[in-house]
């Protein structure tokens, strides 16, 4: 079982910046991805980008592409999201997770897109608001 615990979120101006902080709990494996989504009002969950912890592979949605940065501190199991230039369409409640088996690399190759699963765990989510 692995919990998530995200903060940092809040509401800025376009063009501001904002780093997400997701504390991680369980000692997630290297068999893991860990990432973050993110949920509008009315859409559907978005996968944003998300890190391979065997080999540190990188994804990022191309919406988010040089403008939000993925990285962990191992030594306090912590993710985090360095996002830049936010623009209104970032708006979201944004979602950290695990996946045990990586399945969201498959999910990129074969759909072009992050898809979620059942075997997914997830933070509660911190919002995210930005304004012109």
């Known amino acids: 079982q692995v919990y998530l615990e995200e903060s940092g979120g809040g509401s800025v101006q376009t063009g501001d910046s904002l780093r997400l902080t997701c504390v991680v709990s369980?000692?997630?494996?290297?068999?893991?991805?860990m990432g973050w989504w993110r949920q509008a009002p009315g859409k559907e969950r978005e996968g944003v980008t998300f890190?391979?912890?065997?080999?540190?592979?990188?994804y990022y949605t191309d919406s988010v592409k040089g403008r939000f940065t993925i990285h962990q501190d191992p030594a306090n199991y912590t993710l985090y999201l360095q996002m830049t230039n936010l623009q209104p369409e970032d708006t979201a409640m944004y979602i950290c997770?695990?996946?045990?088996?990586?399945?969201?690399?498959?999910?990129?190759?074969?759909?072009?897109?992050?898809?979620?699963?059942?075997?997914?765990?997830w933070g509660r989510g911190t919002q995210v608001t930005v304004s012109s």
């Open positions: 997770a695990a996946d045990p088996s990586c399945t969201w690399m498959t999910a990129i190759q074969t759909l072009g897109f992050m898809h979620p699963n059942e075997y997914n765990f």
């Open positions: 890190m391979r912890k065997s080999d540190g592979q990188l």
């Open positions: 369980g000692y997630p494996s290297s068999t893991y991805c």
